[in-house]
DNA sequence: CCCGACAGGTTGATCGATAAAGTGAACGTT
DNA sequence: AACGTTCACTTTATCGATCAACCTGTCGGG
């Protein structure tokens, strides 16, 4: 039962000792004598004190045993995404040989608070929106950050973005693919899916949704590089779900100028055309070809060329590197690779 | 960059003012004038500093504006089990409304610690793993706790168990199934799947693994008492994921005496007896019923019966009962209802 | 016989912030 | 003119625990 106003003091003075001795049964056992240390405990039970409060122990200690793993955008969305699913599997995985738990944050322009106010040791940056504003000065307070994008200062779990678009472009280029479409998550935009060329320096235009991602630019060029004299159209998909990756996919299907390929720049993006794909009578791979990033298991069910990338492996390091400053290397780059599978094939002869 | 050292009395003594006003600033701009509070801002911005500490403001206030999810078992597995994405699902749009967050909690025996000195102050058990002994004691603290199982005293958001046995059973008994095999999520007891009878009062035998389920023992009692003169057995699956329900599907299907039905107390396990049944070249719902429950999107995918549960919404009302202590109804029963798919199918002859 | 090490405590300061009560000036009221 | 109010802050007292530093016997070695 408890009442709240139980506290070490209680104890301490129930039992005739100090304060101090009663925190060390809990903290430093080696300081107390085995025999007064059960009694500390008898007595706590007796009370109903179930040990050292949070917030006393957090405040005088600095340390909370908690790792905050940070998502742009409704937390909700992470649930719906199987890419952060993956990867908090993970990173909780981690947690656990640390004796230490995840909070969960969401990275909100003017959330600033939130963030700020979380009593963490560390931060996981979970989705690739790189650098959030308040990161900075979490940082300067003594929290570790951890990100998953590639950086020169800070630490980071990632792959190579880049060399993964490459991957897809060679692929798509060496089965004679000319006119691709790419399908960029975007803001939170509506479903209306929004359309752009690339801009001279085979970036996304300034301003256009899906900039924030982070990744998205990275895979871009790589794509780009691989395919120079490819007709690369942008279209931005709304948020990241296999909803819009559908709405978008109809958009692109039903262009007069439909591409030989799409790739999308996720899965569950690349998913969703698979299907509006298939709802049209055409068959993936040969009518026209999806290619899309990070493997989820559904992309090896239905047969999706993407490329693969050790999710769950990446939130286990990205934990490490939060809560151990010990761990020795503190910018990890993981394998990638290609997996091509039946929703790639070379493109129809009409569209050439 | 923001020195650790930056505190409010920092700000305080940089602007001339009190330590309160600096803390005012903050969470009661009501408090002090429009031209002093944006100053406040202005100077933390400029020394780096990031808003109120959590653990000073934790201790002192006694709210956090955390709400823990407490699940039973390994964190990691919680991310594969869908179930327990969906709620997490709710139960995060829920906290945003809040403004509060969600930390991740481990059940584990024996760390009563984890728990104990978790800064929260709410807590929701997600598995339905029931009363962890840890959770009294956080209660007796001033912490709100929210069960997702029928009880007597605390609040709860839950279906009706029994009544989903009972749709099943009800279901199988007039397609003509005699011949039932139950499977339970087990302890983490390995792949071995173990076999046992009913008790005499319908229930699991004592020390049986799957008993600590809480969910276990309602739902087949009500299976049970619509199909009184069928022979059940019951088989304990190791641990709730797919691969073993193919393990437990594989175990009961290669039994001399194969049952007509197979029915999983988790969708997941389902799931597995359903590509069990597959490989075998058997199909589902003409050689052998395979039904599940909770009715995950995957199931509704592949056509596995399934008794429906609306997860993400009892993860949203789980958020608004722990967060909001004036929340009008304090225990909630679900609405659940059975949806027969291809699975399930009249038993065959050979086997009435 | 003195010294140092060690086990097993104690004391007092402190972590960063908020709650509650207080202060003084300006203003309106009857 | 006396009095109640409001505004805009300040003072003081904690919240619960941990830390650094300091006692107090005891025991073995030189």
Redesign the pocket.
Known sequence: MGN??V???TLAQQLG?????V??A???PD???EE?REQVFATAKELGYC???A???A???GKTGICGFLFGGPLSAAFSDPYSVLFLAGLSEAMESYESSVLLLRADAGDDDLLGRAPVDAVVSGSPTAAHPGLQRLAGRGVRVVGTMQSDDADWVAIDDREAGRLVGLHLARLGHRRVTLLVPGAESGPEPRETDLGPDGLLPPGFPGLGCGFAEARILGLRETMPDADVRVVSAGHNGKQSGRSAGAYVLDDQLRPSAIVALSDVLALGVWEAVQQRGLTPGRDVSIAGFDDLPDAGFVGLTSVHQPITEKGRIAGHLAMDPSYPKRQVLLPIELKVRASTGPAPLTTR
């Not at 000792?17 to 001795?21: I, L």
């Open positions: 709240p106003a506290t070490m003091k000792v100090s304060v101090t001795t925190s060390n809990y903290s430093k300081r107390l004598s007064l040990g050292p409060s917030a006393g122990r405040l005088r200690s």
